[in-house]
Structures are given as C-alpha cells and as structure tokens.
C-alpha cells in the first residue's frame, strides 16, 4: 500500500470519526442502521460467509431466519463502529448510561486479582468487545489489551490512541509473549480476542461441532503462569451493554502440554458458543472463522 493511499484512509477516517462525534449517539447510530441498510441489501458485502457460518452454527434454522440474521449482523456492527470512534467521549461519569457492570460480576475480576498473577481475561468478537475493555478499565481494573498490527501504521497508532484513553494498558502481536508475561508479573488483567481462524498453528477444536482452528494463547499463558482465566461479554441488551464475567475452571489437566491446551481452549471455545447462541445476530459471522481444516 502507498504511503499516499495509508494518508488518505487516515484522513478519511479522521473526518468521519469528526463528523460522528459531533452527533448524538442515538443520531449517530440511526445513520449506522442506514449504512447497514446499504451494505448487506444492495452491496451484500460477506453475505455469502456470513450465510455458509449460520448454516454450519444453526442447521435448524431456515434459510429466511438466517437471512434476517445477516441483516441484524451488519446493524449491530455498523453501530459497533460508530461507537469505537466515540471511545474517547466515553468516561466513568457517563458511562453508566450506556454499560452496565452489576456487584456480582465485578466481584468474579477482583478474586481473580486476588491470586497476585494476574489475570488471562478472554473474549470472542460479540457485543462490542472494545467497550468492554474500556468498561473494566473505568471501573478501575488495571486492563492490558493484546492487539493485531495493522497494515496502515497511522491507523493502528490511532486505534491504540483510542483505546489507550480509559488507562489501557497495549501490547502488540509481535511482543506479545515479553509484554502479556510483564503484565501478568504485574498482576494486570491481559485481554485477548480468541476466536478468529489462527491457520496450521492454531488448536483444533470444536466450534458448534465443527473443528475450528483457534489461537492458543490463553491455554499457554495460563500453564506457563498458573494465571486465572475469566471470560468475558459484552451483549447489548435493553439499551445498554451488560457486561458478564465468569471465572473458568479446568479440572480434568493431565499433564501433556498438547492435550491440556486442546482442553482449556475447547471449555473456552464452549462458553464463548453459548453466548453466541443466545445473541447470534450480535457475533462477527462476517469471519471465516472454519477457513483452516484440520489435517486428516
């Protein structure tokens, strides 16, 4: 990519972002609801992936429900845009008006701190994931994201520039191991997104009955550590999102490093499942998520 084209998506994302934050919310996201309109019924932008993940995830379903799910998809994460460019607006005097984060919930990080070796604090692409983190950090857990490079460098450093503003805490793929160990020895609590498709390298498992390749990072870093794992969403319900954390326990290790990590990623794989079960039309279909296949 020319250094020209990297300047000039840059400064097109600088005036959309401009231009949204100077609207209100509901304004900004009625527009969102007309630019998915645009997307998913006349440019029909993934809908064939997004229609092929739906039919292995719900073969139950009818071919219309899967449609209107496609359709419900691109409106949630249109919206999910608008409110990432919004990321600075958002502090802890307002941001109750738009985040919930009940006692209880709350309650599961603080005794996973308590254990003195951080937390490995898992996520999947539903809800909005950014705003999650951003809620953990405002209510004043010490958040470390671990985060993709992207290939237009003006970009990632705004990205991290919005996300650093609730005092979160980033590191890059490329560091990662030095940077998660780091922040863990600090007892922070390291973020990671582990449901995309991580190719060869990736662990199988099983992903609404079909094996998935998924990142291992998680089910390493906690054998490596003995760090608790708690997983984390952030679905929007009644006008708000309602976060849900939920310590993962793994009983049945036995020692082999290879099977142990199958395992760990398997019961997180399971509980990001059921949340996407209860909101599919709130997950990132638009993925493919079964792109890699396991080897016969």
Same mark, same amino acid.
């Given at each position: 990519?020319? $250094?020209?084209?990297?300047?000039?998506?840059?400064?097109?994302?600088?005036?959309?972002?401009?231009?949204?934050?100077?609207?209100?919310?509901? *304004?900004?996201?009625?527009?969102?609801?007309?630019?998915?309109?645009?997307?998913? $019924?006349?440019?029909?932008?993934?809908?064939?992936?997004?229609?092929?993940? =739906?039919?292995?995830?719900?073969?139950?379903? *009818?071919?219309?429900?899967?449609?209107?799910?496609y359709?419900? &998809?691109?409106?949630?994460?249109?919206?999910? @845009? &608008?409110?990432?460019?919004?990321?600075?607006?958002?502090? $802890?005097?307002?941001?109750?008006?738009?985040?919930?984060?009940?006692?209880?919930?709350?309650?599961?990080?603080?005794? @996973?701190?308590?254990?003195?070796?951080?937390?490995?604090?898992?996520?999947?692409?539903?809800?909005?994931?950014e705003?999650?983190?951003?809620?953990?950090?405002?209510?004043?857990?010490p958040? *470390?994201?671990?985060?993709?490079?992207?290939?237009?460098?003006?970009?990632?450093?705004?990205m991290?520039?919005?996300?650093?503003?609730?005092?979160?805490?980033?590191?890059?793929?490329?560091?990662?191991?030095?940077?998660?160990?780091?922040?863990?020895?600090?007892?922070?609590? &390291?973020?990671?997104?582990?449901?995309?498709?991580?190719?060869?390298?990736?662990?199988? &498992?099983?992903?609404?009955?079909?094996?998935?390749?998924?990142p291992?990072?998680?089910?390493?870093?906690?054998?490596?550590?003995?760090?608790?794992?708690?997983?984390?969403?952030?679905?929007?319900?009644?006008?708000?999102?309602?976060?849900?954390?939920?310590?993962?326990?793994?009983?049945? =290790?036995?020692?082999?490093?290879?099977?142990?990590?199958?395992?760990?990623?398997?019961?997180?794989?399971?509980?990001?499942?059921?949340?996407i079960?209860?909101?599919?039309e709130?997950?990132?279909?638009?993925?493919?998520?079964?792109?890699?296949?396991?080897?016969?």
């Amino acid at each position: 990519m020319s $250094s020209f084209r990297k300047w000039a998506e840059y400064a097109t994302l600088n005036l959309i972002v401009s231009g949204l934050n100077f609207l209100p919310l509901d *304004t900004a996201r009625e527009l969102a609801d007309g630019l998915a309109f645009f997307v998913c $019924s006349v440019l029909k932008i993934r809908k064939t992936v997004t229609l092929n993940n =739906l039919s292995r995830a719900f073969p139950q379903r *009818t071919d219309k429900e899967r449609r209107r799910i496609y359709r419900r &998809v691109w409106r949630h994460f249109t919206r999910v @845009a &608008v409110e990432l460019a919004r990321l600075p607006r958002l502090n $802890s005097a307002n941001m109750s008006k738009y985040i919930y984060i009940a006692p209880e919930q709350a309650t599961v990080l603080t005794e @996973a701190l308590s254990l003195k070796r951080g937390v490995i604090f898992v996520s999947g692409h539903l809800g909005n994931w950014e705003w999650l983190g951003a809620g953990a950090a405002m209510s004043g857990f010490p958040m *470390t994201y671990v985060v993709e490079n992207q290939t237009n460098r003006r970009i990632e450093e705004w990205m991290n520039r919005l996300r650093t503003k609730p005092n979160v805490e980033i590191v890059t793929r490329q560091n990662a191991v030095k940077g998660i160990l780091s922040a863990l020895k600090r007892n922070r609590i &390291v973020a990671m997104l582990s449901d995309q498709d991580a190719g060869p390298a990736g662990v199988f &498992v099983l992903l609404f009955g079909t094996p998935a390749s998924t990142p291992r990072g998680p089910a390493l870093f906690h054998l490596k550590t003995g760090a608790p794992i708690v997983f984390g969403a952030a679905p929007f319900i009644e006008n708000k999102y309602r976060i849900i954390f939920e310590r993962l326990t793994f009983p049945n =290790l036995t020692g082999d490093y290879e099977i142990d990590e199958a395992s760990i990623m398997s019961i997180i794989t399971k509980r990001l499942e059921r949340e996407i079960t209860n909101y599919p039309e709130q997950y990132l279909w638009l993925h493919r998520r079964w792109k890699t296949t396991p080897k016969a």
